[in-house]
Structures are given as C-alpha cells and as structure tokens.
C-alpha cells in the first residue's frame, strides 16, 4: 500500500507562487501516473495535472495551462506542482494521487485510487 504525503501548501496573495510537494512511500510509484488534483469548499474535486510515469505526457486542466507545472522524480518518489500566478479561484485543498494502472498512463482518471491527505492553498485578492 502506498502512502503519500503533500507539502508546500499555505496563504499567498494573488500573482504568487508556490510549490507543492508529494512524497510517495511504502513502494516505489516510478512505473505510475501521478496527479494532482484539488477541491474547493462547495464543489466537486477536479484534475489538475498529471503526468505518466516517465514524465513524457503531461496533462493540464484548461484553466491552470500556462501557470502550473507538474514534474516528477523517480528517484525520490516525488511528484510537483508548480504554480505561479496564482489567482483567487485557484483556493482549494490540492491532493496527489497515483493511477492504478500499470501501464503508466493517466488515462482513464477515475483510476486514480491512492490519495494523500491534502495540503490548503489559499490565495488572497
């Protein structure tokens, strides 16, 4: 079973950045796709990102393309997610995730079935 912890999370004024970190243990997720995904009060939890397992195709959601940037390293068994130009709608609690399929693809996304706790973003006006 595996264990994800996100970090990196906190309270940024509009246009700032920050970088979230998702920390995999208890087996190695280098042969998987990796997500991230994030759920703001009142509404359904939505994708991000995601990247297959070498990192070779990426996914993003329309409305963070362009300011968001998810990246991974096999070796420490880390997933990332760059964000800049934050704007108050993207608040929300972000979560990671690994797809169950061994293919290494992040296609279907309801496949993504391991989840971390979450970490909060909030960004001010």
């Known amino acids: 079973q595996v264990q994800l912890v996100e970090s990196g999370g906190g309270l940024v004024q509009a246009g700032g950045s920050l970088r979230l970190s998702c920390a995999a243990s208890g087996r190695t997720v280098s042969s998987y796709a990796m997500g991230w995904f994030r759920q703001a009060p009142g509404k359904e939890r939505e994708i991000v990102a995601a990247i297959n397992w070498n990192g070779g195709n990426i996914y993003y959601t329309d409305s963070v393309k362009g300011r968001f940037t998810i990246s991974r390293d096999n070796i420490k068994n880390t997933v990332y997610l760059q964000m800049n130009s934050l704007k108050p709608e993207d608040t929300a609690v972000y979560y990671c995730?690994?797809?169950?399929?061994?293919?290494?693809?992040?296609?279907?996304?309801?496949?993504?079935?391991?989840w971390g706790q979450g970490t909060q973003v909030t960004v001010s006006s």
């Open positions: 995730a690994v797809h169950s399929s061994n293919s290494g693809t992040y296609f279907p996304f309801r496949y993504f079935t391991s």
